[in-house]
């Protein structure tokens, strides 16, 4: 049986909207970030647009998370995480989504969902979403054979054949997720190596039913009601083909969730947090941690040491008076 | 063994203090040809040793046919929520995973006055002229599904016209495939219109206000609506 989810709704009436702290997300490095402020006592409350647990919710299994030789599934750990937070004081908001920030004199306002919160510092962590390819076939098929979700649509692909877009990390975990039900895993990558770990990649070649298409572009996917087939370009020799596959599983990076911020704190060109090495926004008071800033590692364990890092410099800016930031 | 830890259990307590009227689960479960049924069971009989106000049954409907027949219940496990007169909103299949929070939920809007529906969505369903069945289909490692199936059952349990069925995708595959369902969350309205991915409640509302307007026997895709609404 899969573990019962027990969510945090709003307090209504009772819920506080006044904290020291309000952490945007609640992903690992929210979380985390949590974990620290609430040990350092300052008040703090987390919102979470749907239920805590930020992508490793749609992970099947986490091997490289430190402390958990035998592997943890991605929703076990982060409800541990979020038991850790609770534990140490933090108000948790679940299904509550950030609309906009505003500062107001010394204190910042974090909206949405109807109900505005004032805090000293923020933390954003509010983390990226799949992102859409936008080939042929994509937006047509959702639901119809396109997938974002292996462990949520993994079992309506019995005995099929799939393909998996991308083979970073997500993409070769979830296919070795899949292979536990469908008949065959194609695997494409637009680059001519695999990005995803090494111990993955070695594990997926000695599995039946597995091919890799590498240095290859999806160009379109087909079918009448559902998909029957996709269309790679090998992008070497521009050689197209066409694939017989059911379903399309997408794992070909994210985007990050920061439209509340626009304005607000510098973003890059593709919409990611900038900060400095403190974790710092270009917004004084304002601190990123994790998938959502410009950086170069998305890991779980890179997300919670960017939680930390935030969470520790919020508490400093609140501690030097806001002085800094 | 506990299935929720006493923090589960004691966040459950205080969500449950809210219920304001006697809550009646009818769990309609056997214990031949039913994979699910035992864990069904083993969720309720937690849950209902959380809350004086909740009182689970546990009935078998080849024994008690009746109550079986007026729940029009046709598989197992299907579970009623119900609040005496209100009996809208239920589950075919086990609440596990993150439908065990849909099942708080739907417990909670059944047993409490107050509506969690935005005005909008009030002010729709009390125009409403014909009644909607709507299917949610979700699976329970689904963090994007509670949002579909919760939204559908508030409809159930606000609008006498509405009844909602929220159906666990891996269990039924019977159901799953006569619905085309390839993917989850997968909403369907009357046999015909239908969305797949949880869309908020304000734009569910819209699209569904504008597909039900147009009253065409066709088939009609949510999502496609709204698109073709924002290219105009």
Redesign the interface.
């Known amino acids: 049986?899969?573990?019962?989810?027990?969510?945090?709704?709003p307090g209504e009436e009772t819920g506080s909207t006044e904290a020291d702290v309000v952490i945007v997300g609640g992903g690992p490095a929210g979380l985390t970030a949590a974990i620290y402020t609430s040990r350092e006592t300052l008040g703090t409350i987390l919102l979470e647009q749907?239920?805590c647990?930020g992508l490793p919710?749609?992970t099947d299994i986490v091997e490289n998370y430190p402390g958990f030789p035998e592997g943890i599934t991605g929703?076990d750990l982060v409800a541990r995480m979020k038991?850790q937070a609770?534990?140490f004081g933090t108000e948790i908001v679940e299904?509550g989504e950030v609309e906009r920030t505003d500062r107001e004199n010394d204190r910042i306002v974090v909206a949405g969902s109807g109900r505005e919160y004032q805090a000293g510092a923020v933390v954003v962590a509010s983390g990226s979403v799949p992102k859409k390819l936008d080939v042929p076939g994509e937006e047509e098929f959702?639901?119809?054979?396109?997938?974002y979700?292996a462990?949520?649509?993994g079992?309506?692909?019995k005995d099929r054949d799939v393909a998996v877009i991308g083979c970073g990390n997500s993409g070769l975990q979830e296919g070795m997720f899949l292979l536990d039900y469908v008949r065959s895993v194609t695997f494409v990558e637009f680059l001519p190596e695999m990005t995803g770990a090494k111990i993955l990649q070695d594990r997926l070649r000695k599995r039946e039913g597995t091919t890799f298409l590498l240095n290859h572009a999806l160009t379109a996917i087909e079918g009448e009601?559902?998909v029957e087939s996709i269309t790679v370009r090998d992008r070497e020799t521009g050689e197209e083909r066409k694939v017989e596959v059911s379903?399309v599983f997408i794992y070909a990076g994210f985007q990050p969730n920061t439209a509340f911020l626009q304005g607000v704190a510098e973003l890059s060109s593709d919409g990611y947090v900038r900060t400095d090495e403190e974790m710092r926004t270009s917004a004084p008071g304002i601190f990123a941690a994790g998938d959502v800033r410009v950086k170069k590692i998305r890991q779980i364990t890179t997300a919670c040491s960017d939680g930390t890092i935030a969470a520790l410099s919020a508490s400093e800016y609140l501690r030097d008076g806001r002085s800094k930031g | 063994m506990a299935l929720l830890s006493e923090r589960d259990a004691q966040v459950v307590r205080e969500q449950l203090s809210q219920l304001q009227k006697k809550i009646e689960i009818r769990a309609y479960l056997q214990k031949i040809n039913c994979d699910s049924c035992p864990d069904a069971e083993a969720i309720l009989k937690e849950l209902s040793g959380l809350s004086d106000m909740l009182e689970v049954r546990l009935l078998n409907p080849q024994i008690e046919g009746e109550e079986a027949e007026a729940d029009s219940v046709d598989r197992v496990p299907t579970i009623v929520v119900s609040d005496g007169e209100n009996s809208r909103a239920r589950f075919i299949g086990t609440p596990s995973g993150y439908e065990f929070s849909s099942l708080l939920a739907t417990i909670i809007e059944t047993g409490t006055e107050k509506t969690s529906l935005n005005e909008k969505s009030a002010d729709f369903l009390g125009g409403l002229e014909d009644d909607l069945d709507i299917k949610v289909f979700v699976t329970p490692n689904c963090p994007y599904c509670p949002g579909s199936a919760v939204l559908a059952h508030r409809m159930a349990i606000a609008s006498p016209r509405v009844t909602s069925e929220v159906i666990e995708a891996n269990e039924f595959m019977d159901l799953s495939g006569k619905y085309e369902v390839r993917g989850v969350p997968r909403t369907v309205v009357n046999d015909r219109i239908f969305v797949e991915g949880a869309l908020p409640e304000d734009q569910m509302i819209e699209a569904l206000d504008k597909a039900l307007a147009e009253g065409s026997e066709e088939q009609v895709n949510l999502m496609e609506l709204l698109q073709a609404d924002q290219g105009e």
């Open positions: 049986m899969s573990r019962l989810f027990v969510p945090d709704p749907r239920q647990g919710l749609t929703s038991d609770s534990r299904f959702v639901g119809k054979g396109v997938s979700c462990v949520c649509d079992p309506f692909y009601d559902f379903g």
